[in-house]
C-alpha cells in the first residue's frame, strides 16, 4: 500500500499533523506474551472481583438471561452483518428489526416504534428534541424530579448544547405533583413533559389527569418506562402517552458493569415523521412477496441533515436481537411471571425490613418490584456491613434514604439471609 | 421539456403563484416534481400560520430527497391542500393543478420580485 501511494513508511501519512501534537514517548507496553500466560494474567485479574448478590435497580434490574440467548445473538449471521442499507442481502437483519420494533410497540401500546437507540438515558434526550419538533413554537420541556439522576443529567446535556430550556415538576410524597405540573403548563411554552412510569424511589405512579393537562396546551407528553414491567403496569397507551422511551436492559440483558444496554422509543403514529433513529418497515418486492426495508429516510440526517429531529443514524442492533428473543422465549405469561415473583419477593422483603426495626415507611405508594425505605441507621456503615456479607443492597437514593431491588432471581433463601445480616448489623 | 403556464409568477426555488385579489395560491413547478422523483410526502404549514416571503414554510420528500418549500410571498395561510397527506403523488401526476397553500397576502407588492412564465422557461432551459 505504502508502495502504491508513495510514501516511504507509515508515518509519512501523518505529515499533516503539526509537529507539536505528535506523541513521541514511549507507549509502555509490556512484551508479547504467549496464549496461556495472557489467559493466566486475565484470569487473576478477573479473581480480584467481587461477586455480590444484587439486591439493588435504579435502572438497571438484575434479571435472569435465558442460556439459549447469547447462542443465538452469537450467530455469525447475526453479530457479523453490518447496517442493513441494502435491503436485498440484509432481509435477516431487517427481519428480526421489525419484529423487535413490533414487540416494543405491543409492550408499549403505542403504534410505531424505531431499531433501537443507544440507552435510556439518550433515548429520553431524544424524546425532548422530538417534542420541540412535534409542539410548534413551544420552546420548553418538563421533567419531573423523580426521574432516575443519571437520565436527568443526560438530557440537560443534551438540552445544554440543543438550546432547550428545561423546567421541572416537583415532587409530592414520592409522586410527581400534578399541581406543580398544572402550574408550569400555565405558563403557555411547554412542548412536552418527560415523567417515569416507575420512579426513582421504585413508585409506580399514577398519571390521572396528566395527559389531558398536556395535551391542552399544546404539549406531549413522555413517558420514561422500564419495558419489563409494562407487562402487568398501566401501559404509556393506557396513560394516553404519546412517546415512550425507556432502557431495554431489564428485557434479559445482563448487568455487564453497565452496559451495553438499549434504549428504545415508540410513538403515536401521527408523530412518526418526528421519531429520530432507524425505521424498518414492511413491503412486497417485485415478485410480491413479503419483505423488509429501512423507511422513512427523509427524516434521518444524512438526508434532512440540520432540519432532521436528530443527528443518530444508528440503532442498537445486536442487543435489539438480545431483546427480541428474550420476549419471544418469554412471551406474555413469562413476562407476567418474572413480574409477579419480583412483586412478591419485593414486598416481603419490604415487610420484613420494617420488622427490623431500623427502617419506617417513606412513602405510602404502590411499587412493583423496588422500594424506598427511610433508614433509621447509619447509611454507610449498614452499606459496609452489607458489601463485606456479600450483598449489594440498601442504595442511598437521598439522605438517609435508601432504596431495595428485588427480581425473580432472589430466592427466599437469599432474601432471609440479607434481612438476617441487617437484623445483625 | 418541463410544463410552464403563462399568467403564474415563478420564484428561483421553483414555486409558482397564482394571484386572486389579496390571495396567492402556491404549488411546485412541473420542473421541480421532475427533480425530486416520487413524492412520497408533502409537509405543509397548517392553517393561520405565517409564512415569509424566502423563507422555509415547508417541505417535499421524496424516496432520494427531502427538499424545502420557500414561500415566494409572505402573510398568512388560509388554506393547504389536504388530499396531498393521503395523497403526496398528485403533485407528480399535475404539479399545475395541485396546489399546495393558500396564503392571504400581507404584501401583494412582493409579487414584482418574481418571474413570468418566459424567464422562468429560460431558467429550466440552461
Given amino acids: 500500500m505504502l508502495d502504491r501511494i508513495g510514501a516511504k513508511t507509515l508515518d509519512d501519512l501523518y505529515s499533516d499533523v503539526p509537529a507539536d501534537f505528535i506523541f513521541r514517548g514511549e507507549y509502555d507496553l509490556p512484551d508479547a506474551k504467549g496464549e496461556q500466560e495472557v489467559r493466566d494474567y486475565f484470569e487473576a485479574l478477573s479473581k480480584k472481583n467481587t461477586s455480590l448478590k444484587v439486591f439493588v435497580g435504579a435502572g438497571a434490574y438484575d434479571h435472569y438471561t435465558p442460556s439459549v440467548i447469547p447462542y443465538i445473538t452469537s450467530r455469525s449471521e447475526f453479530l457479523t452483518a453490518y447496517t442493513p442499507y441494502q435491503a436485498e442481502i440484509s432481509q435477516g437483519t431487517l427481519r428480526y428489526v421489525f419484529e423487535y420494533q413490533s414487540m416494543m410497540c405491543e409492550l408499549t401500546g403505542l403504534d410505531i416504534s424505531n431499531a433501537s437507540l443507544y440507552d435510556g438515558a439518550t433515548a429520553a434526550a431524544e424524546a425532548m428534541k422530538m417534542a420541540i419538533a412535534c409542539a410548534k413554537h413551544k420552546t420548553r420541556v418538563l421533567l419531573s424530579n423523580t426521574l432516575l439522576p443519571n437520565v436527568l443529567k443526560v438530557i440537560e446535556t443534551y438540552a445544554k448544547y440543543h438550546g432547550v430550556e428545561l423546567g421541572f415538576i416537583d415532587v409530592n410524597k414520592g409522586q410527581t405533583c400534578i399541581v406543580s405540573l398544572k402550574n408550569e403548563l400555565a405558563k403557555g411554552d411547554v412542548a412536552g413533559i418527560i415523567v417515569p412510569g416507575i420512579n426513582k424511589y421504585g413508585i409506580v405512579e399514577d398519571f390521572a389527569g396528566f395527559a389531558e393537562a398536556v395535551h391542552t396546551e399544546g404539549g406531549v407528553m413522555i413517558e420514561y418506562c422500564d419495558p419489563s414491567t409494562l407487562a402487568v403496569i398501566k401501559t404509556p397507551k393506557e396513560w394516553d402517552a404519546d412517546i415512550a422511551v425507556g432502557d431495554g436492559q431489564s428485557l434479559g440483558i445482563p448487568l455487564c458493569f453497565g452496559g451495553p444496554y438499549v434504549g428504545f422509543m415508540t410513538c403515536k403514529k401521527e408523530f412518526v415523521r418526528k421519531m429520530p433513529g432507524r425505521i424498518v418497515g414492511e413491503t412486497k418486492d417485485s415478485e410480491g412477496k413479503r419483505c423488509f426495508v429501512l423507511t422513512l429516510q427523509a427524516r434521518e440526517q444524512h438526508i434532512r441533515r440540520e432540519k432532521a429531529t436528530s443527528n443518530i443514524c444508528s440503532n442498537e442492533s445486536l442487543l435489539a436481537l438480545f431483546v427480541t428473543v428474550y420476549l419471544s422465549l418469554m412471551g406474555p405469561e413469562g413476562m407476567k411471571r418474572v413480574n409477579d415473583l419480583s412483586y412478591g419477593g419485593a414486598h416481603y422483603l419490604h415487610d420484613e425490613l420494617l420488622k427490623t426495626g431500623k427502617f419506617a415507611e417513606a412513602f405510602e405508594r404502590p411499587f412493583l418490584n423496588e422500594f424506598t425505605l427511610k433508614c433509621n441507621v447509619p447509611v454507610n456503615e449498614l452499606q459496609q456491613k452489607l458489601l463485606d456479607a456479600g450483598f449489594f443492597a440498601a442504595l442511598e437514593i437521598e439522605e438517609n434514604y435508601v432504596s431495595f431491588c428485588v427480581t425473580e432471581k432472589r430466592t427466599k433463601e437469599e432474601i432471609d439471609s440479607l434481612v438476617k445480616v441487617i437484623k445483625e448489623a | ?126
Avoid: C, R
Wanted: hydrophobic share 35%; no cysteine.
Fill in chain 2, 1 to 126: 421539456m418541463s410544463k410552464v403556464i403563462e399568467g403564474l409568477f415563478y420564484s428561483e426555488s421553483h414555486e409558482w403563484v397564482k394571484v386572486e385579489g389579496e390571495i396567492a395560491t402556491v404549488g411546485v413547478t412541473d420542473f421541480a416534481q421532475k427533480e425530486m422523483g416520487d413524492i412520497t410526502y408533502v409537509d405543509m404549514p397548517d392553517v393561520d400560520d405565517e409564512v415569509v416571503k424566502g423563507e422555509e414554510f415547508g417541505a417535499l420528500e421524496s424516496v432520494k430527497a427531502s427538499s424545502d418549500l420557500y414561500s415566494p410571498v409572505s402573510g398568512t395561510v388560509t388554506e393547504k391542500n389536504e388530499a396531498l397527506d393521503d395523497s403526496p403523488e398528485l403533485v407528480n401526476e399535475d404539479a399545475f393543478a395541485n396546489w399546495i397553500i393558500k396564503v392571504k397576502m400581507s404584501d401583494p407588492s412582493e409579487i414584482k420580485d418574481l418571474m413570468d412564465a418566459t424567464a422562468y422557461s429560460k431558467l429550466t432551459e440552461k
